[in-house]
T-cell receptor, first 113, second 112 residues
C-alpha cells in the first residue's frame, strides 16, 4: 500500500523564481494538507485541500497557492521566492470526516539562493 | 487557536535509560493527538495516535498517554537505544477543518 509520495525530493531555486511541488496521497485518503518546516522548528500549516477546493489556510501570504486534482493529488505553488522560503515542505493526507491519523510524505527540501 | 508546546527542547540520555517527553496543548477540544518521529532531513513517521476518548496507546517500548482535561500528553520510551535518537513531535488534531497543529519537537540523543 503506497503511502504519501512527494516530488521532487530536493530543489534549488533562485530568489524571485516560482516553484511547484507535487504530492500523491495515500490510497483511500481524499484530503491533502501542506506544511512548511523551517530548520529546528515544528511544521507550520500552509493550507488544506478537499474536493479540489482550499478549505483552510494558515498564516501564509498569497504567494503560496495550491491545487487539488480529481484523483486527490495536489500541488503547492510558491511565487516570487524569498530566501526565507527555504524549508522542508511536507505533504500529509487524511480521510475527511474521520479522526484517523495523518500520513506524511518524505518532504521536498527547497533551497532558495 | 490551538497552540502546542513541547518540553524539553532537547534531551541527552545514556543508553538503557527510561525517559518521558512532554506535550501540552491549549485547546482541549481535540479529536486526537499524534506522536511522530523525524530523523534529520527526513519526513515524519507516525509512532502513536491517541483518540480523544482514549487514555493511552502502546507500541513496543513506546507508551503515550493523554489527559484532555489538563491539556497534556506524554511519550514514555523504555530502555532507550541509540537508534531512538531523533526529533519527536506531537501534534493535536482540532478545529472544524480537523487541522493538525504541531509542537516544536524534542530532540533526543541516546548515547551509547
Amino acid at each position: 500500500d503506497a503511502g504519501v509520495t512527494q516530488s521532487p525530493t530536493h530543489l534549488i531555486k533562485t530568489r524571485g523564481q516560482q516553484v511547484t511541488l507535487r504530492c500523491s496521497p495515500k490510497s483511500g485518503h481524499d484530503t491533502v494538507s501542506w506544511y512548511q518546516q523551517a530548520l529546528g522548528q515544528g511544521p507550520q500549516f500552509i493550507f488544506q485541500y478537499y474536493e479540489e477546493e482550499e478549505r483552510q489556510r494558515g498564516n501564509f501570504p498569497d504567494r503560496f497557492s495550491g491545487h487539488q486534482y480529481p484523483n486527490y493529488s495536489s500541488e503547492l505553488n510558491v511565487n516570487a521566492l524569498l530566501l526565507g522560503d527555504s524549508a522542508l515542505y511536507l505533504c500529509a493526507s487524511s480521510k475527511r470526516g474521520t479522526n484517523y491519523g495523518y500520513t506524511f510524505g518524505s518532504g521536498t527540501r527547497l533551497t532558495v539562493v | 487557536k490551538q497552540e502546542v508546546t513541547q518540553i524539553p527542547a532537547a534531551l541527552s540520555v545514556p543508553e538503557g535509560e527510561n525517559l518521558v517527553l512532554n506535550c501540552s496543548f491549549t485547546d482541549s477540544a481535540i479529536y486526537n493527538l499524534q506522536w511522530f518521529r523525524q530523523d534529520p532531513g527526513k519526513g515524519l513517521t507516525s509512532l502513536l495516535l491517541i483518540q480523544s476518548s482514549q487514555r493511552e496507546q502502546t507500541s513496543g517500548r513506546l507508551n503515550a498517554s493523554l489527559d484532555k482535561s489538563s491539556g497534556r500528553s506524554t511519550l514514555y520510551i523504555a530502555a532507550s537505544q541509540p537508534g531512538d535518537s531523533a526529533t519527536y513531535l506531537c501534534a493535536a488534531l482540532s478545529g472544524s477543518a480537523r487541522q493538525l497543529t504541531f509542537g516544536s519537537g524534542t530532540q533526543l540523543t541516546v548515547l551509547p
